[in-house]
């Protein structure tokens, strides 16, 4: 029997996949799908078509009868392909294969033996072959693994769909032996295997995520990846002093995909269809999903990472990232060591620190202090400027702040308004003012009648200690002189002080987004109530007059 | 119908009601008075209803129903009317006279229609002024109708004599005055009566030629007045044009000669202007504009007595009529020139023309041609004013008018319009005999760059300047929006220009002039083609930065774009709807573009100066300025320790260009030499050699300095100088210790430090302005003018008012619903009492027919008994 003489002779057919016909049927499978193995007769017809239909001869042969099994080889052979036609003729024949395979429960069921052992041995002949053809899907399921780093996408794609195809039958017909009644099985190996690949060291995966995304709708899969994910990253970065930021960058794009259910309720969107669900199986907990999802994210996240992905994290952290642990409090570590790196990743920092201190009673020591550091020329120009400020309002929007911090604020922010832009300046104003409004007590930095009059402004910039600062003993001469600010709107804003402020606060929700571009549409679009004024000394040339800068400093030629 | 009448009559009843009811009757019968006794005294309150006569107003009421309303219950059913047939009687169109003569002729008509065909011998009777003459002859006392009209009372001698002589004989009077004719034989009677006929006919034809004469005279005289007035007062009456009498048309030499003559009387105004005397009205123009301008800097609203009133006259009755301008040209003169055509008749035009004219030629240097297109800009309305003025002068208005105006431009927006410009121009068409005379206004971008590329620079210039004059607003129609739009290609053309590769600065140069000319012509288009570019310009720019936050500097159209909107909108203005946007604009550039190579330093140099240029008059602070001068110094300053200042956005502390600027070539140091920085580095910075490179640096710092100094002390005032300036201060010093600078620049930093530490240190506290303080809440009762007892009042006056009417329209309403239920009433019992007079009548009728029945009854039986008895 040629089936029994192949399956013989295994032991060269490891599962690294160079399963190679040895009678005869030559190698060529690697380039050139036109074997005579395949029948003698197919010379003719190469090519994809040709390739699907020969495969497909192949999966019907092996399917109806044991006795074609040595096939198998031939297909796997086209599994090595260099074309990626080929591959993705080989694949879709393989998913058809050791779907039909699975369905039919002709894998082997329990751990698996070594081949040898069982080939040698003297069971019954079913069973060989069913622990042959399941170290067969072995040697598949690992070839599809190492296609999820195949430079074409489709095949990447491909290659994925396969293999959470098999998890789904393998879930549904498990490989392994229930230990007890309605023992929760998941094909935790493969699953792995897909997780590993999908977190490639190497290269950007983005994309291949994006499309995995979609399988985390399913609560076990989510469960299952989280679990897998923690224990991925666990095993990247172990021992290695040196991570690669793209395996970071899979690797938050992983985890920031995940996202629980915000309600309570019995999960039961299962990927893998379960006859019925069991109370006592962990997927079906919510808690324990968090619990899950907790340790993820700490695992993740004690690592040294990179700027740019922590500033990533930090983004989301509010959001989706401390709502769902099941003790947000853990996170301290991790917020306090990015509040004090400074800059940017220090203002994205405060929003999750503002949530522990708000909701979870966290205690920060020189909380405002350390906010008030903050606070430097860049500050307004930063892209999460908006953010920023936000946060600043909420955190000084109490009104049992002692007056002197706030002055001190008041005054650290007018003097940073000095350097910048008009849409920060329009912003930040009415911010101040707001401050002002707030605290009564802090109104002498805007009026203080009969105050002597000074060198120099006591206030000191450079001391770190807002108390320190002698901000009440100043005044906001900065914005009297942002009153003659070119812009006629932040003129306005700044002259509020001239007056006493009006009760009501100015919100500054809406201001916080404008861009100078809107402003300028605005000005642009504006209708003055006379005609355009005109300028009345007639020009001359380009540079203009002899006493115009233009004239003095550049030349025509 | 019914109601509204008897609502009329019941105010006409109820209206004498009144004065009768009154204590105004003499002496009532006190057993008619009835007394409406008060209970109580109610100070202030008229009564009115206290005394009344009941009795007597009943019976008036019902005597005034008896004589109206009865009657019209009683004529109920007639419908006969009387019916006026007279020809046109209720014609009001027809005079009386001609009424008269259409009723004559009518009744003659139907006295001409024989009554029957048969009647041979039926004549027509004879009249005389529609009396016949055979009742003349019967009754001699026919007065004359029109003589009775007219001399009234006035009985002559001989009518009376014919009247009341009677007798056959002659008149007595008529014998004495008529000694000679005795053998004549005495006239007969009717002789006599045909004679007075005639004499009084005569009289009344002489009267009426009297009359005519008189209606001709006065209305000579009034032709004769109103020529008279037409001179007097420039201005025709209307009902000449009206009145279809023809006038003999006046010879050319007549009018000419008569508007010579008033010419000479009219103001002698425009005598040529000295020199002085114009330029102080230059200065006094200035003054006024700057005014203007420092308005607009600061802010404030339009204050209100600029819009005030015109001057009114002692004599105005206010009834919107004015006084029309005349619409003649005076003579004057203009620079030596007689000004035949365009000028405004002297100071009759409004002022506004008059400066916006002098203004042109402020600008209008020396060339001869420039001299006229400006004066040909700014006189539009002027020119529209006057013709509207004269249009009902002269008889065929304004077509005439415009095709004079059109007529006698035409050689001006050509080519010869007086001698002397005739010769400078001759030589020069002669230099340039290839350019066409007229243009027509492109209608695209590419079209005027097909015009103008490839041409000289004056070529080009005088292109656009033929186009602007060929194309006139005031020659045709459409020439206005055509011109318009010729601003926006001329800014797209300068565009390209700029961007091209060398930028072709010297022809920008001189394009700006036209381009400010077009301005001036038409601000707002001009303002929304500037506006287009710059958003265009920003819309770019945003893009980029909306994805990387940051984006390259613009090419170099951009910043000519922006420094040509500053030579065309006054910078200085608080808000201006192109100049902010510009602002933005600039701004965006200093803080959104890194600097990254020399030729983006030179870009951002530029943009600076600009910049300062902008806020030159207004002196406002830019905050970004200040970052982006610091950011240019760091780049030049050799070791940073970084101590003192932040860099903000665009510059980086440390990274690959934070020492662009640095020059660490001794020997380059000293070859350097200071001048100016070439604009068009910042289109195109050709490969230098690395000396080259290392002055351009040098330069560029240079300039960087002269803009620092610039700021200090401009800002040297500001309340919080020394920290606006603390970051500059602070790259200053470590830049003058790191000693590695030309000796030039070193000696202009330290004196930038001098300078800054020289500004005042003034840190008085802040005051609010006192507010004023907010009245206490008083107490006191609110007072209201009592107007009139009862509910009606605390409104206002237009409430009091209509509720004032409502109550009368009620009062008005009860009434007339009572006096309409009293007609009813009266109506009713009128009826009642008829049916029970029928009934009576009948009653008796009854009554006596069974009578006369009973006595036949009687008498039978009685016949019938005596029958029995038989």
């Known amino acids: ?557 | 119908m019914g109601k509204a009448r008897s609502a009329a009559r019941g105010r006409a009843s109820a209206a004498p009601a009144g004065p009768w009811g009154g204590r105004a009757r003499p002496n009532p019968n006190p057993f008619e008075v009835k007394v409406n006794r008060q209970k109580f005294q109610v100070l202030g309150r008229k009564t009115r209803h206290d005394v009344g006569l009941p009795g007597v107003s009943r019976a008036r009421a019902l005597q005034k129903r008896t004589q109206t309303l009865l009657k019209e219950y009683k004529e109920r059913d007639k419908s006969s009317v009387f019916r006026d047939k007279r020809f046109g009687e209720y014609n009001s169109s027809i005079s009386p006279e001609e009424k008269m003569m259409k009723r004559f002729a009518l009744e003659q008509q139907r006295q001409h229609e024989k009554k029957s065909i048969y009647n041979l011998n039926e004549d027509e009777e004879l009249t005389h002024y529609g009396q016949s003459l055979a009742d003349i002859e019967k009754h001699n006392d026919i007065v004359d109708s029109d003589s009775d009209a007219e001399d009234q009372g006035v009985l002559s001698a001989e009518l009376t004599a014919t009247h009341f002589g009677g007798g056959g004989g002659p008149l007595p009077g008529k014998a004495a005055q008529q000694p000679g004719g005795g053998e004549e034989p005495p006239k007969s009677r009717r002789e006599l009566i045909e004679e007075l006929i005639a004499r009084s006919k005569q009289e009344k034809r002489e009267r009426q030629a009297q009359r005519e004469d008189a209606l001709e005279l006065t209305e000579k005289l009034d032709q004769d007045w109103k020529e008279i007035q037409a001179l007097l007062a420039r201005k025709t009456p209307k009902s000449e044009s009206g009145g279809g009498k023809e006038k003999p048309e006046p010879d050319a030499y007549d009018m000419m000669v008569r508007e010579l003559g008033f010419e000479m009387k009219a103001q002698p105004s425009n005598r040529m202007k000295t020199e002085e005397e114009l330029a102080r009205e230059e200065q006094a123009r200035l003054r006024r504009l700057e005014a203007e301008r420092l308005r607009r800097m600061l802010g404030r609203e339009e204050e209100a007595h600029s819009k005030r009133p015109k001057h009114l006259s002692a004599d105005d009755l206010n009834d919107g009529f004015v006084l029309d301008t005349d619409g003649r040209r005076l003579l004057s003169y203009k620079d030596g020139k007689m000004n035949v055509e365009e000028e405004p008749s002297g100071d009759a035009s409004g002022g506004e023309t008059g400066e916006e004219e002098e203004e042109g030629e402020g600008w209008s240097e020396g060339g001869p041609e420039d001299s006229d297109s400006p004066d040909g800009h700014s006189d539009l309305e002027s020119d529209a004013g006057s013709e509207d003025a004269r249009g009902p002068d002269s008889p065929d208005g304004l077509e005439s008018d415009a095709e004079s105006e059109v007529t006698s431009e035409r050689p001006q927006g050509g080519q010869r319009p007086s001698p002397r410009e005739r010769l400078t121009r001759d030589v020069r068409a002669a230099a340039r005999a290839e350019l066409p005379y007229t243009f027509a206004v492109p209608e695209s971008c590419e079209e005027l760059k097909s015009l103008l590329l490839g041409k000289s620079t004056e070529d080009q210039l005088l292109v656009v300047e033929r186009i602007q004059k060929c194309n006139h607003p005031s020659l045709a129609v459409g020439n206005k929006a055509k011109l318009e739009k010729l601003f926006g290609f001329l800014l797209e053309y300068i565009g390209d220009l700029a961007a091209s590769d060398p930028p072709e600065l010297c022809v920008i140069d001189k394009l700006v002039v036209p381009l400010y000319n077009l301005c001036q012509m038409f601000p707002e288009s001009a303002s929304d083609a500037v506006k287009f570019v710059l958003r265009d310009a920003m819309h770019e720019m945003e893009g980029t930065v909306e994805t990387t936050g940051r984006a390259a500097f613009p090419g170099l159209d951009v910043l000519i774009y922006l420094k040509i909107a500053g030579m065309l909108f006054p910078t200085s203005d608080f808000w201006h709807p192109v100049i902010t946007p510009a602002l933005l604009c600039l701004s965006q550039l200093l803080t959104k573009c890194p600097v990254q190579s020399l030729q983006d330093v030179v870009k951002g140099l530029f943009v600076c100066c600009v910049f300062l240029d902008y806020v030159s008059l207004s002196q406002r602070f830019i905050p970004e300025l200040i970052n982006f001068l610091a950011g240019i110094l760091h780049m030049a300053t050799p070791n940073k320790q970084s101590q003192g200042y932040t860099l903000v956005h665009p510059f980086r502390a440390h990274g690959k260009n934070s020492e662009l600027l640095l020059v660490s070539d001794e020997e380059d140091m000293a070859t350097w030499q200071r001048r100016s920085l070439p604009l068009q580095w910042a289109g195109s910075l050709k490969a230098q050699s690395k000396t080259e490179a290392n002055h351009t640096r040098l330069s560029c710092l240079a300039v960087c300095l002269a803009l620092v100094r610039r700021c200090v002390v401009a800002y040297g005032l500001l309340p919080s100088f020394h920290d606006i300036t603390q970051p500059l201060r602070a790259l200053l010093t470590e830049y003058l210790s790191a000693r590695c600078c030309p000796a030039a620049l070193q000696e202009l930093s330290r004196s930038i430090l001098t300078e800054m530490e020289s500004q005042p240190r003034h840190c008085r506290p802040l005051v609010c302005e006192k507010s004023k303080p907010v009245p206490l809440k008083l107490f006191t009762p609110r007072l209201v003018k009592v107007l009139e007892f009862g509910r009606k009042q605390g409104s206002t006056k237009e409430e009091q008012e209509r509720r004032r009417l409502i109550h009368k329209h009620k009062r008005e309403f009860k009434g007339a619903v009572r006096e309409i239920r009293k007609d009813n009433q009266f109506l009713a019992r009128m009826r009642l009492s008829e049916i029970m007079e029928r009934d009576a009548e009948r009653k008796r009728k009854v009554k006596q027919l069974f009578n006369s029945l009973a006595t036949q009854e009687g008498e039978w039986k009685a016949l019938k008994r005596k029958k029995f008895k038989k």
């Open chain 1, 1 to 557: 029997m040629r089936a029994t003489a192949r399956l013989s002779c295994p032991a060269r057919r490891d599962d690294g996949g160079s399963g190679r016909d040895v009678s005869g049927a030559p190698g060529g499978g690697a380039t050139g799908l036109v074997c005579p193995a395949w029948g003698g007769g197919m010379e003719g017809d190469a090519g994809p078509g040709g390739a699907r239909r020969a495969l497909g001869h192949l999966v019907e042969a092996v399917l109806a009868s044991r006795g074609e099994a040595n096939a198998v080889f031939d297909i796997l052979a086209v599994l090595q392909s260099e074309d990626q036609e080929e591959i993705q003729e080989a694949v879709h024949a393989c998913s058809r294969l050791f779907g039909a395979l699975l369905a039919r429960g002709e894998l082997f069921v329990g751990p698996l033996p070594s081949e040898e052992m069982v080939l040698t041995g003297s069971r019954g002949a079913t069973r060989k072959y069913k622990v042959w053809m399941r170290h067969r899907y072995q040697s598949c399921c690992n070839r599809l693994g190492e296609l999820l780093a195949h430079p074409s996408f489709q095949v990447k794609e491909l290659a994925l769909s396969t293999l959470m195809k098999f998890v789904q039958l393998e879930g549904e017909h498990p490989l392994e032996q229930p230990k007890w009644e309605s023992n929760y099985l998941f094909p935790h190996q493969l699953f792995r295997l897909v997780v590993g690949g999908l977190l490639s060291p190497e290269e950007d995966r983005s994309l291949l995520l994006s499309q995995f995304r979609e399988f985390l709708e399913h609560d076990d899969i989510r469960y299952h990846t989280m679990q897998a994910a923690s224990d991925t990253v666990a095993r990247a970065t172990d021992g290695r002093p040196e991570v690669p930021l793209a395996f970071w960058n899979n690797a938050f794009m992983l985890l920031s995909s995940v996202s629980l259910p915000r309600q309570e309720g019995t999960l039961s969107s299962f990927y893998v269809k379960h006859t019925e669900l069991s109370d006592k199986w962990k997927v079906v907990h919510l808690k324990e999903h968090r619990k899950a999802f907790q340790q993820m994210w700490l695992r993740f996240l004690k690592h040294q990472l990179p700027l740019r992905v922590c500033k990533k994290v930090l983004v989301i952290m509010h959001d989706s990232i401390l709502p769902h642990l099941a003790q947000p409090s853990l996170m301290i570590d991790f917020l306090t060591r990015a509040y004090d790196i400074g800059g940017a990743v220090s203002l994205l920092a405060l929003n999750g620190l503002f949530i522990l201190i708000h909701k979870h009673n966290l205690e920060y020591p020189d909380f405002y202090r350390k906010l008030y550091g903050l606070l430097d020329p860049s500050v307004f120009h930063v892209k999460y400027r908006a953010r920023f400020f936000h946060l600043a309002d909420l955190f000084l929007s109490s009104s049992h702040l002692p007056a002197y911090l706030v002055a001190a604020f008041a005054k650290r922010l007018a003097r940073l308004a000095l350097t910048a832009p008009p849409e920060a300046l329009l912003m930040v104003l009415p911010f101040i003012c707001n401050l002002l409004r707030r605290h009564p007590a802090c109104r002498v930095l805007m009026h203080r009648p009969r105050g002597p009059e000074l060198d120099a402004d006591p206030y000191d910039p450079t001391e770190e200690d807002p108390a320190q600062s002698r901000a009440l003993e100043s005044s906001l001469w900065e914005l009297q002189a942002l009153q003659q600010h070119y812009h006629p709107e932040v003129s306005k804003a700044a002259s509020a002080i001239n007056q006493a402020l009006s009760v009501p606060e100015v919100s500054i929700a809406p201001l916080l987004e404008v861009t100078a571009f809107e402003i300028f549409e605005r000005d642009l679009k504006k209708k003055g109530p006379e005609s355009v004024p005109l300028e009345f000394i007639p020009a001359r040339g380009l540079l203009g007059r002899r006493e115009d800068l233009c004239a003095q400093l550049f030349t025509l030629s």
